[in-house]
């Protein structure tokens, strides 16, 4: 339960407490600087190939990642199918390798695809209208995910159907505005509905909002996912089947409820209906570069079709709206970071080391009033204030 107002921890009081905390100007923002590293080497011959399609040049980024994983997953896919099916190597060994293909996967690519997979959800990579765009806008969504554990045709109607359209709160099975944000029980139950509950409740938004075209979708390829490691694993080989398909989908979707959560931890209990009250941005951290700026999810929310490229640029445009709300910024973290901090008790810190002030100087708080802050916005949002917010989208999605 709450508690009745947010108090800061103890601490030795004196000139540490009194402290201020950075300030937005004083910082030299890298995003705007710093080298790309979304992929890791460009494929000579099939980018020139393929860069042609894409609708806007500025995504050849992702176009590059994208053959990166599949020159990966052509070699990591038949080494442990060729290896589990025609080879005399232990069961040790097979484990020990599928374990190797695995993390590799997970080190390489599993964060940089997922961000690849969320902006080419929203924006389509390729033009439709051109020979093969329409097939190449698919194989993110239906042919690279499951080997990622993200099962096909989903993603995009858990994301930007459901979740963008209920914004964190109605509907939305992965709103996070009912939970006390900063505990273990509270985010075990958020896992379990991300992980086991998430067929139940995207067949649940598809009815009640009527989109019987997504619900039809969802239904089918769902079929064909389960189907497809089922047939896998009992025809051709249970051991591949497992560390190719069925070990990638509980640890992605364990990811990315942590992920989800992460990103939208902090919420204004007085305000959650608001973009700037529902999450925050992370701004000047190497993460950006590996997830096309993925920290700045204020900007998302408020625009979800803007470019990645542009988003750095649009929160500096868009500073004062930031400051009337009351949003909040993190600077040298990523999402995974503030949600591991705040998880470990960890609220101190992450006002005293990551807040950015975004107004000037003088009305800079101290780390001790931007602590009571957090704290206040990890409290579950009152009953009477989430359904007030439902209301508002169900109108919206009428």
């Not at 900007?299 to 930031?322: I, T």
């Amino acid at each position: 339960m709450p508690s009745k107002e947010a108090k800061p921890a103890v601490s030795g009081g004196g000139a540490q407490d009194a402290k201020r905390v950075q300030c937005l100007d004083d910082i030299k923002n890298s995003d705007f600087t710093a080298e790309r590293n979304e992929f890791h080497f460009r494929t000579p011959v099939l980018v020139d190939r393929w860069a042609p399609l894409l609708k806007d040049q500025r995504d050849v980024p992702m176009l590059c990642l994208m053959l990166n994983i599949a020159e990966y997953l052509l070699v990591g896919v038949s080494l442990i199918f060729g290896m589990n099916l025609w080879s005399g190597l232990s069961l040790l060994v097979r484990n020990l390798v599928g374990l190797a293909y695995l993390l590799t996967l997970v080190l390489l690519f599993q964060e940089r695809f997922i961000l690849c997979l969320h902006f080419s959800a929203h924006r389509n990579m390729f033009d439709s209208k051109m020979t093969g765009g329409s097939i190449m806008n698919g194989i993110n969504n239906y042919v690279i995910a499951p080997f990622f554990g993200i099962p096909p045709g989903v993603y995009k109607l858990h994301h930007v159907v459901m979740h963008h359209i209920e914004n964190n709160h109605g509907l939305d099975a992965s709103a996070t505005e009912e939970f006390q944000r900063d505990s273990v029980v509270c985010f075990l139950s958020y896992w379990y509905r991300f992980l086991i509950r998430i067929w139940y409740d995207l067949v649940y938004y598809t009815i009640a909002t009527k989109k019987f075209d997504w619900l039809a979708n969802v239904a089918s390829w769902l079929v064909i996912w389960l189907g497809g490691i089922a047939l896998l694993a009992t025809k051709v080989n249970f051991l591949a089947t497992l560390w190719v398909f069925i070990i990638p989908h509980i640890f992605a979707m364990s990811v990315m409820a942590f992920g989800n959560w992460s990103q939208h931890i902090f919420v204004n209990p007085k305000d959650c209906q608001s973009n700037f009250g529902l999450t925050y941005n992370c701004i000047d951290t190497p993460g950006n570069q590996t997830t096309f700026n993925d920290g700045y999810h204020i900007v998302h929310h408020l625009n979800a079709r803007l470019h990645w490229s542009e988003m750095p640029q649009y929160f500096y445009d868009n500073r004062q709206k930031h400051i009337d709300a009351g949003a909040i910024t993190f600077r040298g973290v990523h999402f995974f970071d503030v949600g591991a901090l705040v998880m470990t008790g960890q609220i101190r810190k992450l006002a005293e080391k990551y807040y950015v002030h975004l107004g000037t100087k003088e009305t800079a708080p101290t780390a001790v009033e931007v602590e009571a802050k957090l704290r206040l916005w990890l409290e579950p949002v009152p009953v009477e204030v989430r359904q007030a917010g439902a209301g508002k989208v169900a109108k919206k999605v009428q």
